[in-house]
């Protein structure tokens, strides 16, 4: 049988996405063999220099599809205090935090996590100290931008919104809205979001210039194929007929 053109699935590797050999190393020592769906499409879009708005939930890889192209442009153009990701909870914090020093291992990147819970003066050291990547929790963020000594956010490259929908629905806006004014205009924006609410909506259109919009379908709430669904409108009173009829 000849093969239906449209249905050929190109192949696609880190190196057809446009990632450089040092970062395609450093996903070969995470054992990542192939990109995911949500990295096929974010990562050459990323790497243009456009914004993102992604939908797509933890699980699909959306950490490495937002780190891959930040730290691409961090090995062509090194700076301090280059990205901040904020993210609703102290444990997403610590995971996207190891997955960009796992992916930042072999070329001495520092990553810290800034959340509540911990000791102010500890975390004031760790900014003092100039990381390349900070990843937090909106709150304890604008604590530091307030209280903590000579830290800034002025030099920042991107900005990331992961699991937006959460942290608007844990009422981060305020937080979230004086982030916004104190970072560079001129920078880039990816926003995650597992849903798109009115209040995602809102924030990427105050956020994120022209950005590309990537949707992953995420299957395990698909209907089954040949189940049949139907209204069927009928008198109260013969409801409980109907239900033991069937
Ligand atoms: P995330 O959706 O970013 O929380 O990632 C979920 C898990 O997938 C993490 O444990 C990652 O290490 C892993 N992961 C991310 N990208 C890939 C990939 N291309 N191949 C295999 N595993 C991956």
Redesign the pocket.
């Known amino acids: 049988m000849e093969e239906d053109e449209s249905e050929k699935k190109e192949i696609h590797t880190?190196q057809s996405l446009g990632v450089n050999d040092v970062l395609i190393e450093s996903?070969k020592s995470?054992?990542?063999?192939?990109?995911?769906k949500?990295?096929i499409e974010a990562i050459p879009a990323a790497l243009q220099g456009k914004d993102i708005i992604g939908l797509?939930?933890?699980?699909?890889?959306?950490?490495?599809?937002f780190?891959i192209p930040i730290l691409q442009n961090l090995l062509s153009n090194p700076q301090r205090l280059f990205a901040l990701v904020l993210t609703p909870t102290r444990e997403?914090a610590f995971?996207?935090c190891q997955?960009f020093e796992?992916l930042g291992a072999s070329f001495g990147l520092k990553c810290v996590v800034i959340v509540g819970g911990i000791d102010m003066m500890t975390q004031s050291i760790l900014l003092a100290k100039k990381p390349h990547i900070i990843v937090a929790t909106p709150g304890r963020l604008v604590d530091h931008l307030e209280n903590t000594k000579g830290f800034h956010l002025k030099s920042l490259k991107y900005l990331v919104m992961d699991e937006a929908d959460r942290i608007l629905d844990m009422d981060f806006e305020t937080e979230v809205d004086k982030i916004l004014n104190v970072i560079p205009r001129d920078r880039n924006t990816y926003l995650y979001s597992a849903t798109m609410t009115a209040k995602v909506n809102k924030l990427q259109r105050a956020s994120l210039k022209e950005p590309v919009k990537i949707q992953i379908s995420v299957n395990k709430y698909h209907t089954v194929e040949k189940l049949v669904q139907f209204y069927l409108f009928i008198p109260l009173k013969f409801k409980v007929y109907f239900f033991w009829s069937f």
């Open positions: 880190f996903c995470l054992n990542w063999e192939t990109p995911t949500i990295q797509a939930e933890t699980g699909s890889g959306k950490t490495g599809a780190a997403l995971q996207i997955q796992g």
